[in-house]
């Protein structure tokens, strides 16, 4: 069957079999290997992308035929104009990531939840990542990112400076 | 591992999806969310032929108190009653079971409706759709049913739901005043099936007497199992510890779980007793009651 999906503002074209689950539709018939496959069962959040622009979904769970005539966010879409999303700013600046492996999918469901929860608390954080594993970092750099990013991008605009 | 080949059908409307299904008959799937069906499909335990997504009826997302009832439309996922102001307010069992339903990701792609439809012997809605006596608006060609939540769930992965008929909403009764749950579950993990779960739903009487009880408990059998013996044991009597550990007594000898690495047979019987003891205690703390821990 034919899906038009629109990847990161691309709009894609593809032939593709009902069967055929989102994540490797990104991975293999688009190239954008950012989105990570990892339990493949729903389990770890790997694979998470945003669809619609604000709700999280395990791409290893959902088909690419699901995807059809709607949005997708995938981690390579939160780069602007080359410089890095607040998100990806903050895990860099709070050491939010070692083997890297997560992040894709912590990214994108903390994108997710600033969308719903501008300002969300500590456990906030924790709860709304809870459907995604790190192995690594033991989490606490990773809701330090969150919340400097949900600091930075509520942050009041600076006033121009006199001169 | 990939799913079985199928043809996938995406309806405009419900009357086109019930043409699917009546076409296509036991080959057919309803797709909601995907959250159960999809995995099923992974591991080749389902294998349909045909899928009926419906995710596109958006006339089927709603929560709305309709006559004396909430409804909750096939296509209403978790989330949507984890952030609303009517669940959190008015139906603190629902609203303690959308929090612990799979992981929070999970719950922004399933559905209620899809969950008590899959019947999976550990679901969490089948247990709280007991507790809370719940009832299935069912469609078929043929016109639209009702039934009990109790003939809905006929058996592990099977309900009522037959080829053709697609479940509409479910539907909880508005609960009366002095009326409060809670859902408990243990599981080893977020989004693990659960060890044990239970769901307590208790009236009062202007006497501080227990008018009305529902009590179920899951992962406990084949699907989820009202537990009628605490039931009538609670209805009528004044809430005592020496009662509320009947009431678990009774989920105990009604449990019938199987081992597996979560945990014994043994173990789980009794979880189930004190999960059913600790939403009793939990529903009559919100009702002011104190004192019975």
Sequence with gaps: MKISVTVNGTLYEREVEPRTLLVYFLREALGLTGTHVGCDT???????????????????????????????????????????????????DCHGLQCGYCTPGMLMTSYA?????????????????????????????????????AAETNAPAPEPVAT | MFPAPFDYHRPGSVDEALA??????????????????????????ARPAVLVDINALSELSYLREVDGMLA????????????????????PLLADTSALVADPVVRQSGTVVGSLCHNDPAGDWGVTALAGRAQIVIRGATGTRTVTIDDFLVDSFTTAVGDGELALEVRFPTPPPRTAGSYQKIERKVGDFATAAAAARITLDANGAIADAGIAIGAAGPHALRVRDAELLLNGAKPTKELIRAAGDAARKLADPAADNRGSVEYKKDMAGVLVARGLIAALARLGVEGLR
């Excluded at chain 1, 990542?129 to 919340?147: E, F």
């Excluded at chain 2, 096939?74 to 669940?87: C, G, K, N, Y």
Aim: proline letters at 4%.
């Design chain 2, 72 to 91: 909750i439309g096939a296509m209403t996922r978790d989330a949507a009653l984890e952030t609303s102001a009517l669940i959190t307010s008015k139906y």
């Design chain 1, 42 to 92: 729903s389990s770890c959040g790997v694979c998470v992308v945003v669809l619609d622009g604000d709700r999280a979904v395990k791409s290893c769970t959902m088909f690419a035929a699901m995807a059809d005539g709607h949005d997708i966010t995938t981690v390579e879409g939160l780069v602007q104009g080359g410089k890095l999303h607040p998100l990806q700013q903050a895990f860099w």
């Design chain 2, 20 to 45: 699917l299904l009546t076409r296509y008959g036991a080959d057919a799937r309803v797709l909601a969310g995907g959250q159960s069906l999809i995995p099923a499909m992974r591991f080749r335990l």
């Design chain 1, 113 to 149: 939840l600033l969308k719903h929860q501008p300002n969300p608390d500590e456990p906030a954080i924790r709860e709304a990542l809870a459907g995604n594993l790190c192995r690594c970092t033991g989490y606490q750099n990773i809701v330090k990112a969150v919340q400097q990013a």
